[in-house]
């Protein structure tokens, strides 16, 4: 049975990290669509901010040639973008041996998630084998920084938020020391945004979606199915 790994990689030159990732008050993941040459295609969720300061990012960012919004619900926006620059532009000068990184990609792995950040990429992956998801560390841990966040076998169960965003997590976690639920409720939303100095319709989709997953893992799995 495969591994299922989430860890750190800190590498300021990867993709987007340095115009999306350092918006500070954004959740913003990555896929990669690899049938465009060594020029993937960018597909960005981004959740939080304003639409014209995002937008701003993307066209100040000398990783982007251009891009298009394809998608937007409440705060959440969805991108594509077209790379500027090759991959062995983007990473020259952090990487010393693509040739490594490329073998990489035809590891027996598939990265399920990446959160773009202020310090680089947090991924989701599963990976083959042991021996497998070594490979990845160690290239990683030679060439940027690496921190592994956990591990398990594929089929081990996760603990109750392990699917939460490190936003999300804190908006519940402000939002419970503050009182929010509470009964009766002793906050607001206007507080909870004020304490983690964000708007009060980021703090609602937040706690909305963090709400979403913890009963997707908890109580969503234990429920019979809607009759017909």
Not at 57 to 79: H, K
Not at 99 to 126: F, N
Not at 189 to 211: G, P, W
């Amino acid at each position: 049975m495969g591994l299922v790994a989430e860890f750190e990689i800190h590498c300021t030159d990867l993709p987007l990290v340095s115009s999306i990732g350092d918006l500070g008050d954004v959740d913003a993941t990555l896929e990669l669509q690899y049938n465009h040459g060594d020029r993937p295609l960018f597909l960005v969720t981004v959740t939080g901010s304003t639409r014209r300061r995002i937008e701003m990012a993307f066209t100040e960012a000398y990783d982007v040639e251009d891009w298009m919004l394809i998608g937007e619900a409440d705060e959440t926006r969805r991108y594509q973008a077209i790379p500027a620059l090759s991959l062995e532009e983007q990473l020259g000068e952090s990487i010393a041996n693509l040739e490594d990184l490329k073998t990489l990609a035809r590891t027996d792995a598939i990265i399920e998630r990446i959160e773009v950040t202020s310090y680089g990429w947090c991924q989701t992956g599963w990976f083959a084998t042991r021996d497998t998801f070594k490979e990845f560390s160690s290239f990683w841990r030679e060439n940027a920084g690496f921190r592994l966040l956990r591990l398990t076998r594929g089929g081990d169960p996760e603990s109750p938020g392990e699917g939460l965003t490190d936003r999300q997590r804190e908006a519940l976690r402000t939002a419970y020391e503050l009182g929010y639920f509470d009964i009766p409720r002793r906050t607001s939303f206007e507080e909870i945004a004020d304490e983690l100095d964000v708007s009060s319709s980021s703090v609602s989709e937040r706690l909305r979606r963090a709400q979403t997953q913890l009963i997707e893992e908890t109580v969503g799995p234990t429920w019979p199915p809607l009759p017909e």
